[in-house]
Structures are given as structure tokens and as C-alpha cells.
């Protein structure tokens, strides 16, 4: 992991999760809304929440049995917080990345879900933003939440 200036993205990031915690009972309520939102096609799935932020629900995903989610945010600050949170409960089935899809390309295996939850309005491209994720969840079975 390396460490870049503060961004807008950070900012307006830590004033929405910095104090805020991840706790078990959140993250099986999350879980559970997935597994009834999307049943047995999560079974296995490969997942990607685009803009994670504090990443409830990038951990939800695995607890709902996805194999592997690749969490992708634009603030470092919220990347942090997330591997850090996973580093130190021995979380696996999960790759976190900085980053962002309008200016920079992100390596990742086909995905079969696309989670794309409270983010779009701040997108300033948009149209951009889903064409890239679509590539990235090319199969024609690919689901995608927004």
C-alpha cells in the first residue's frame, strides 16, 4: 500500500465514515439483505463494490458466500481503514484498491456481480463509469446493482 496527498475524495470521505465502526450484527444484517436480494446466484460469485467506502458491504458479500470480492475506492483514506480492518481479522477473499475507473485501468478476473450502491450520483462521467464496469463483468449472466 503506498500513501498519497489528501484528495477531495478523502475528505468528503472521513466526514462520512472516519468515526464510524464496522460490528458483526451490521454486516449479517447487510448479508442477509443479499442473500435475499440476489439467492443462490451469489453462491461462489465473484463480486465488485465500486466506491466500498467503509466496506460494509464488500464484507457483507463474503459473509453472504461470494468466493471473492474486489473492493475499489477513490479514497485512500477508506482503503485504508478497510485493509486495515481485514489485515487484523485475518480476512480473506478480498482484494482492495485504490482507484478509480474514469482515469486509470484496474486489473480483475470477470466479475458476476457489480455493486455499484449510493455512488453514482457522484460520478462525473457516469456512462463512462458503467461502460468500464461492464467490462469487467462481461458474461451476459453478469448482475449489476445501482
Not at 2 to 21: H, I, K
Not at 55 to 84: E, K, P, T
Request: hydrophobic letters at 45%; glycine letters at 6%.
Amino acid at each position: 500500500m503506498y500513501l498519497v496527498a489528501p484528495t477531495a475524495n478523502d475528505d468528503y470521505a472521513n466526514s462520512m465514515f472516519r468515526r464510524e465502526r464496522l460490528h458483526d450484527r451490521w454486516l449479517d444484517s447487510c448479508a442477509a439483505y443479499l442473500k435475499q436480494t440476489f439467492g443462490d446466484s451469489l453462491d461462489g460469485a465473484r463480486v465488485i463494490d465500486y466506491g466500498c467506502g467503509r466496506g460494509n458491504w464488500a464484507l457483507a458479500f463474503l459473509r453472504a458466500g461470494a468466493s471473492h470480492v474486489l473492493a475499489i475506492d477513490a479514497a485512500i483514506d477508506n482503503v485504508s481503514r478497510l485493509h486495515d480492518y481485514c489485515r487484523e481479522r485475518d480476512i480473506v477473499g478480498i482484494d482492495i484498491v485504490h482507484g478509480n475507473l474514469l482515469n486509470q485501468n484496474i486489473a480483475a478476473q470477470p466479475a458476476d456481480i457489480v455493486w455499484l450502491y449510493g455512488v453514482l450520483h457522484h460520478i462525473s462521467r457516469p456512462l463512462a463509469l458503467l461502460q468500464a464496469l461492464r467490462a469487467m463483468a462481461p458474461g451476459k449472466t453478469a448482475q449489476f446493482y445501482i
